[in-house]
């Protein structure tokens, strides 16, 4: 038999690993939570990447009419997005491929 103090100690470690699991259980979920959104951020930066080439050439493309055509209405949007051109600099990536 246990003598009361035992049992005590024993009701009280019983409960305390009652209570580290739940807190396991929490922390697991929570950890999921934070996995799932480290997963759409990693996907985001991924398409973003794939997405700059083309964002790229989109620009030099409407660079290159904006100088050709002279056209200042597209001139004025690419500066508004931080695309300077001007009209004596030659075109970029009109060499030989």
Known sequence: MLKPA???ILVAAGGLALV???AN???VRANAALKAEAGS???YIQQSIALEQL???LAQELAQRAVRTQDAQLRDLLA???INISA???AAGGGAR
Request: net charge negative; no cysteine.
């Open 41 to 43: 951020r990693a996907q």
């Open 80 to 82: 508004a997005e931080g």
């Open 6 to 8: 035992q049992f005590w």
């Open 88 to 90: 004596d600099a030659p």
């Open 55 to 57: 964002y790229g050439q």
């Open 20 to 22: 580290l699991a739940v």
């Open 25 to 27: 259980m929490a922390m």
